[in-house]
């Protein structure tokens, strides 16, 4: 199934390189995209619990959903993942 899940703190390419490695890793995942305009991330799923499992995945990074609080850790979790996607990018 086509999900998608709109997140905080996603800023530049880094950010969304990032977020693609640590998806494209999980079982059941697939055709992630990432919208650093809309802050938007899209992908194929098998099962509802997938989606659930991306979710998670992307509050570790310090990307959480929309409904979800972007407390001061996730802010500086997004920071550090995002100079690793860039690094990455290199």
């Known amino acids: 199934m086509h999900t998608s ?3 905080q703190n996603l800023k ?3 950010c969304a390189k990032t977020i693609t490695n640590a998806l494209v890793n999980l079982e059941g995942i697939h055709e992630v995209a ?3 305009e809309t802050g938007t991330i899209s992908f194929q799923c098998v099962s509802m619990d ?3 499992k991306v979710k998670k995945t ?4 310090g990307y959480p959903s929309i409904d979800t609080n972007n407390s001061l850790l996730a802010k500086a979790k997004s920071v550090v993942s995002c100079a690793t ?3 990455n990018a290199s």
């Open 58 to 61: 992307l509050k570790s990074l």
């Open 50 to 52: 997938d989606a659930l």
């Open 12 to 14: 530049c390419g880094g």
């Open 85 to 87: 996607g860039k690094i």
């Open 5 to 7: 899940i709109i997140v």
């Open 34 to 36: 990432v919208d650093v």
